[in-house]
């Protein structure tokens, strides 16, 4: 079982910059797969980006460029650098984590709004 702690999140004007923050009560790197997904209103979950256990990055193409997935070992913390955000970024956004099951954080919001 993995339970992911989310933190973050809020209201940010367009073209402004957020972390989030996903924690675990384990050894991070024995997780093979971690990253994050947004839910949109109306809209299906997507991909915004993810990190193996080895550390490659790889993210949705609607964030490319702008977003960044970093984690720190120590403290089995991973985050979300997300830049120069849009309007349509604006989301519940949900850590993932994946190890022989997925698993969910509880979903943060985010809104993009001037």
């Known amino acids: 079982q993995v339970r992911l702690v989310e933190s973050g999140g809020g209201l940010v004007e367009p073209g402004g910059s957020m972390t989030l923050s996903c924690s675990v009560a384990?050894?991070?790197?024995?997780?093979?797969?971690m990253g994050w997904y947004r839910q949109a209103p109306g809209k299906q979950r997507e991909l915004v980006g993810l990190m193996t256990n080895g550390g490659t990055a790889n993210y949705g193409d609607a964030v490319k460029g702008r977003f960044t997935i970093s984690r720190d070992t120590p403290r089995n913390t991973i985050y979300l650098q997300m830049n120069d955000l849009k309007v349509e970024d604006t989301a519940v956004y949900y850590c993932?984590?994946?190890?022989?099951?997925?698993?969910w954080g509880q979903g943060t919001q985010v809104t993009v709004s001037s």
């Open positions: 384990t050894n991070i790197l024995n997780i093979w797969r």
């Open positions: 993932h984590a994946f190890d022989r099951g997925d698993y």
